[in-house]
């Protein structure tokens, strides 16, 4: 069982935005600023899209945006192309040096 | 720029210890710590645990009776053995860069080696 939960799939319209939850609790995502998020394509290894809640690193998409309420994080891809068909996975510190990921969400263009 | 290239034992019997090799290309190997994660068939991400240039590791808890990681800095290979491997442990292993600081994330990431259990 994954310890941060994100809804198995979300879908949009090219154009619109979607928003990608992933819940966590005091002890990881509430605790601290680290949730990264990662774009993940059929086959291929997971990219980084989000790191520290909200810094987008060099390279990545202004469409893509995260953050942060409480235990929650959330991902929000704005404008959304058929190339951001994927799954996506979020992830955060937990503590003592150990890191959880989210089950991971599939998010389909219509 | 930095790549991770990956290899490893692809095909296990249950029971086998399973032995991955990640090597670290094109820049410095210190500085960082060295992630191992799996991904079920259809599932989502496990953190394994870490190491950095001076064999200092840190294990995921579920996993730390079974995994053993350790560094060979002359050759920047990372190299991570499960033991006693069941069908619960097929997935796809990556190997993953991450700075020292807990607050930075996972990247790059190596391409994956996928691992069997079957008898």
């Known amino acids: 069982q994954p310890a941060l939960t994100q809804p198995a799939s979300v879908s949009g319209s090219p154009g619109q935005s979607i928003t990608i939850s992933c819940t966590g609790t005091s002890g990881d995502v509430g605790n601290y600023d680290t949730v990264s998020w990662y774009q993940q394509h059929p086959g291929k290894a997971p990219q980084l899209l989000i790191s520290e809640g909200s810094m987008r690193p060099s390279g990545v998409n202004v469409r893509f945006s995260g953050s942060k309420s409480g235990s929650t994080a959330s991902l929000t891809i704005s404008g959304l192309q058929v190339e951001d068909e994927a799954d996506y996975f979020c992830?955060?510190?937990?503590?003592?040096?150990?890191?959880?990921f989210g089950g991971g969400t599939k998010v389909t263009v219509l | 720029q930095v790549q991770l290239q990956q290899w490893g034992t692809g095909l296990l019997k249950p029971s086998e210890t399973l032995s991955l090799t990640c090597a670290v290309v094109g820049e410095s190997f210190t500085g960082y710590y060295w992630n191992w994660v799996r991904q079920s068939p259809g599932k989502g991400l496990e953190w394994i645990g870490e190491?950095?240039?001076?064999?200092?590791?840190n294990y995921s808890p579920s996993l730390k009776t079974r995994v053993t990681m350790s560094v060979d800095t002359s050759t920047n290979q990372v190299f991570m053995k499960l033991t006693s491997v069941t069908d619960a442990d097929r997935a796809v292993y990556y190997c993953a860069r991450r700075r020292v600081a807990v607050r930075f994330p996972f990247d790059p990431w190596g391409p994956g080696t996928l691992v069997t259990v079957s008898s």
């Open positions: 190491i950095n240039h001076t064999g200092n590791t």
């Open positions: 992830c955060s510190y937990a503590g003592g040096r150990t890191w959880v």
